[in-house]
């Protein structure tokens, strides 16, 4: 198979600095990682991924945590697992 298509998007650059790290540690390039992406649509006839608009109490959780506020803090993971129930 000859690749002859070219792709061509505009992103922003921190996410692509940011993906193309993770793609280097997987030990891919961004071609490789975009063409993976592609074939997984093909395959699965979709997005590989689940797509949901997150509900209220999901958005409102989101919001809280991207502004670091009502966020508890634990010293210890012990802690963290007492707080969640997990003895």
Do not use: W, Y
């Not at 940011?18 to 649509?41: C, P, R, W």
């Not at 958005?59 to 993971?77: I, K, M, Y």
């Amino acid at each position: 198979m000859s690749k002859s298509a070219v792709v061509t998007a505009r992103i922003d650059p921190d996410l692509k600095r940011s993906a193309e790290h993770v793609f280097t540690m997987l030990g891919l390039n961004t071609t490789q990682a975009i063409t993976l992406f592609f074939k997984q649509v093909e395959l699965q006839q979709g997005l590989p991924f689940v797509v949901r608009i997150p509900n209220e109490t999901t958005r409102t959780a989101l919001d809280e945590a991207q502004a670091r506020s009502n966020l508890a803090s634990f010293n210890t993971v012990d802690e963290l697992f007492k707080d969640l129930g997990i003895e």
